[in-house]
T-cell receptor, first 115, second 113 residues
């Protein structure tokens, strides 16, 4: 299965600033996803990022707040813009390759705290 | 919309006791179902998956799950709990081919010595 590396693993940021999270995969994958996990909560999908097309955002998430890049089949970035304390969460990169019955794999996440 | 419901946000068992974590899905056709585990400060690790090949699915670390269409359930079990099993467990469903996973709210498992 794909090995997913996320950077940074954690950060503490000031409100109003922006942070870019990197996701590197050790193999080429078609489908990449970004999830948010708020403290003590489950995972909520932010967007799907497939190479060669614009990211598709879920309801409640907009490109201006969470711009995503997917320049190739092994890399993606998620930027959290103009951060507020409500953005304090774990952000997880996930990938899937192969058929419909294949699982998604996850990085260890980026733990973000906004002061 | 397709969803999964995990009954019990927190389950506590004694070491050596049976672990039973409940998951029900909403679907008119059997979807793809998965169980993941999340240890503190880590991402999600796949425990097992149901893909219609067999109703009883064996996963890692001694876990297994049984798909019951009549009950729309996919409960996770382990005969004997270990202290190392303490973690957050998520049931997830893929409604159809190219859609991403939808997760349940999770169940936190505590194991008491």
């Amino acid at each position: 299965s794909a090995v997913i590396s996320q950077k940074p693993s954690r950060d503490i940021c000031q409100r109003g600033t922006s942070l870019t999270i990197q996701c590197q995969v050790d193999s080429q994958v078609t489908m990449m996803f970004w999830y948010r996990q708020q403290p003590g909560q489950s995972l909520t999908l932010i967007a799907t990022a497939n190479q060669g097309s614009e990211a598709t955002y879920e309801s409640g998430f907009v490109i201006d707040k969470f711009p995503i890049s997917r320049p190739n089949l092994t890399f993606s970035t998620l930027t959290v813009s103009n951060m507020s304390p409500e953005d304090s969460s774990i952000y997880l990169c996930s990938t899937r390759d192969g058929g419909d019955n294949q699982p998604q794999h996850f990085g260890d996440g980026t733990r973000l705290s906004i002061l | 919309a397709q969803s999964v419901t995990q009954l019990g946000s927190h389950v506590s068992v004694s070491e050596g006791a049976l672990v039973l974590l409940r998951c029900n899905y909403s679907s008119s056709v059997p979807p793809y179902l998965f169980w993941y585990v999340q240890y503190p400060n880590q991402g999600l690790q796949l425990l097992l998956k149901y893909t219609s090949a067999a109703t009883l699915v064996k996963g890692i670390n001694g876990f297994e799950a049984e798909f019951k269409k009549s009950e729309t359930s996919f409960h996770l079990t382990k005969p004997s709990a270990h202290m190392s099993d303490a973690a957050e467990y998520f049931c997830a469903v893929r409604p159809s081919g190219n859609t991403p996973l939808v997760f349940g709210k999770g169940t936190r498992l505590s194991v008491i010595a």
